[in-house]
Antibody, heavy 121, light 106 residues
Framework: QVQLQESGPGLVKPSQTLSLTCTVS??????????WGWVRQHPGKGLEWIAH???????YHNPSLKSRITISMDPSKNQFSLRLSSVTAADTAVYFC?????????????WGQGSLVTVSS | EAVLTQSPATLSLSPGERATLSCRAS??????LAWYQQKPGRAPRLLIY???TRATGIPARFRGSGSGTDFTLTISSLEPEDFAVYYC?????????FGGGTKVEI
C-alpha cells in the first residue's frame, strides 16, 4: 500500500521560507509511473493546487504561486519537497502531498494526512 | 485556466436518498475531470477520474458522468458514511484547479 507522510515545521515566521518534505513508501518516486504533487487547504476552505514534479525533473506550478515555489525530489530517500518563500498569514493552511496518476486530468490517488503550517510571528 | 463551479453548495438529504452533484467548467475540459470526497480532518479521497471511471475500491453507488463543460456525480443511495464534502478537479495545460465543493449533509 502506498503511503505518503508530510514533515516540516508547523510554525513559520512571516517573510521566511516554508519547507515541507514528503516521504513516500510502497512506491518509487523515480519509477516514472506517477507525478508527485502538493495541494493546500486554507482553514475551512477548499483545495488549492500548488505544484507537481515528475521523475524526469520536470516541474509544474500554480501560476499564482510560481515565483515563490520550489519543488524538488530526492530519489535516494524516496522523498520530494516543497519550499514556499516570503510567506504571509495567507499561506497558513494544511499542506498535503499526493501522488498523481498519469491519467487525463492528473488525478490524485493517494494522499498524505496533511501538515498544518501556521504563519505567525 | 478552467474555473470549476460546483452546485449546490449544500445538499441536505437523508440516508437512502439519491444525491446529484454538479460541476461546471468555464471552458471545455473534455473528460479531464476527477471527483473527491473529503471528511473533516481527513485528506481527500479519489472517487472518480476521467469523468466516469471509478477509482480502486469505490462502491458502485458512486457514478460520474459528463464531458466538455458539464459534469455530474451521482450517489444512487446515500449511506451514512457518504455525508461529506465533495470536490471536482481538472487539469488543462498544466493549470490544475478544484471546484469550491458541495457539502452533502443530513
Amino acid at each position: 500500500q502506498v503511503q505518503l507522510q508530510e514533515s516540516g515545521p508547523g510554525l513559520v515566521k512571516p517573510s521566511q521560507t516554508l519547507s515541507l518534505t514528503c516521504t513516500v513508501s510502497g512506491d518509487s518516486i523515480n519509477s516514472g509511473d506517477y507525478y508527485w504533487g502538493w495541494v493546500r487547504q486554507h482553514p475551512g476552505k477548499g483545495l488549492e493546487w500548488i505544484a507537481h514534479i515528475f521523475y524526469s525533473g520536470d516541474t509544474y506550478h500554480n501560476p499564482s504561486l510560481k515565483s515563490r515555489i520550489t519543488i524538488s525530489m530526492d530519489p535516494s530517500k524516496n522523498q520530494f519537497s516543497l519550499r514556499l518563500s516570503s510567506v504571509t498569514a495567507a499561506d497558513t493552511a494544511v499542506y498535503f502531498c499526493a501522488r498523481s496518476m498519469l491519467a487525463a486530468g492528473t488525478p490524485f490517488d493517494f494522499w498524505g494526512q496533511g501538515s498544518l503550517v501556521t504563519v505567525s510571528s | 485556466e478552467a474555473v470549476l463551479t460546483q452546485s449546490p453548495a449544500t445538499l441536505s438529504l437523508s440516508p437512502g436518498e439519491r444525491a446529484t452533484l454538479s460541476c461546471r467548467a468555464s471552458q471545455s475540459i473534455s473528460t479531464y475531470l476527477a471527483w473527491y470526497q473529503q471528511k473533516p480532518g481527513r485528506a481527500p479521497r479519489l472517487l472518480i477520474y476521467e469523468a466516469s471511471t471509478r477509482a480502486t475500491g469505490i462502491p458502485a453507488r458512486f457514478r460520474g458522468s459528463g464531458s466538455g463543460t458539464d459534469f455530474t456525480l451521482t450517489i444512487s443511495s446515500l449511506e451514512p458514511e457518504d455525508f461529506a464534502v465533495y470536490y471536482c478537479q481538472q487539469r488543462s495545460n498544466w493549470r490544475l484547479t478544484f471546484g469550491g465543493g458541495t457539502k452533502v449533509e443530513i
